[in-house]
């Protein structure tokens, strides 16, 4: 006994030294991220981070290193410095935010930098309101949905989608961001790679941070289209990137990826058993030719779809995920440990505003968008245009702009917007949303224009 009980000293010796080692790195990393801020620079640097993981694998080949080990663990080392570089970083909800605080104190804010739709849900959801009383769905309900339900949704799914799924394909969820997390949380484990095409919405990012899951970003510029490099995506997978997020039409910019880089993407994903997780709640907003991730019949692909804004449903929070049956079992477990099941009422309204005829919402948020692009060329803001969504991402050619300045001083003049910096590593770009009316969305890029001719 007293040699293991020797051993065992080592051993703990050896893990408060890592711990104290630890705090020291945490500290480097919080005077990092000062420097870096100062320097209007992003959190992440993923050339820096592949050269410290070229020298972590180097030397486990020769300290003789299980090397997926390592990296493992260099992993959550990196994560743990995004998390402490990235606690004061704005997104487009901290404008929501600070917007909503000033109009409770009387001030009138024009919104522009969140995707919530002013027009309401179809009429069919205001009739299904009154009845869902009468018709009993008040109860505790299965995890994965209710049957009629899920069966409506297979219905929709095919339809829409032309493609076969079965109720064991669908999963309900509070809105797609519970699918989104659910399916990051089950799928990877910590220390896992995934990868994020940016710039992309947060919550991607921000859910693999939380179950502790590395996110390798590819980088896309305005120069290219916003299209992905798939060299880049090749050459950034290795033996613990286990996943790759997809959303088109996309979150800022509404690319839509020519098809053939689409396959391409996909082909890599099936080559390397990876997962692929497509976000496509813009789908019904595609202004050009686009193809659903389901159509590849892939069975390592979670497609998440809500009805937040193509019913216009936002505050009703329900939304759905399409997979492979044991990848929803996986999703499921999570769900139903965290929240028994989405609420029946809800469930209910939304299978009744499937019935519903949505392509006016599409057609209104067209000519907005259209609209939205008129009048950013004549302010001369640098953008592509985009192919769908309900966005603009563009980039202020001004020396200096601070994206998050601007959006935070914007909103004393009553504009909110966001800010690039959301997105991913693009500070000079401000995003704003098409989702007002006309003569709305007229009189915010009017105090975009002034706000800008001033800075000038």
Known sequence: MSDINDLRNKMDEV?????KL???????AKEIGEVKKNMGKGVTDELREDNLRGKVISLSKNIELDESIATKYLNFLLNESVK???????????????AKALEQQGKKIIHME?????FLPPPIVKKALEEVFDKGFLKYGQVRGMTIFRDALVKYISEKFNTNVSQDNIIVSPGARFSIFTAISTLLNPGDEMIVIEPAWPAYKECALNSGIKVRTINTTIEDKWEPSLEKIENTINSNTKMIVLNYPNNPTGKILPEKLQDDIVNLARKNSLYVLS?????????????????????????????????????????YGIADTKIIEKMAKL????????SEPIQYIAMKALEADISNNTNTVQNRLDLLVQKAKEIGLDFVVPDGAMYIFARVNKEGFDGTQFANSTLEKGLAIASGEGFGNYKNFIR???CQDEKILIDGMNILNNIMSEKQ
Request: a positive charge.
């Open 15 to 19: 893990t408060l030294e890592m711990i």
């Open 114 to 118: 969140v995707g919530e739709l002013d």
């Open 335 to 342: 769900e139903a440990l965290c929240l028994t099941n989405v």
């Open 279 to 319: 976000d496509e709640i813009y789908s019904q907003y595609a202004k050009s030719s686009w193809k659903s991730i389901l159509s590849y019949n892939y069975e390592k692909s979670i497609v998440t779809q809500s009805f937040s804004k193509s019913h216009a449903m936002t505050g009703f929070r329900i939304g």
């Open 432 to 434: 704003i949303s098409a």
């Open 22 to 28: 630890l705090k020291t790195r945490i500290d480097i």
């Open 84 to 98: 402490v570089q990235s606690s004061n970083k704005q997104t487009h909800l901290s404008i929501f935010f600070k």
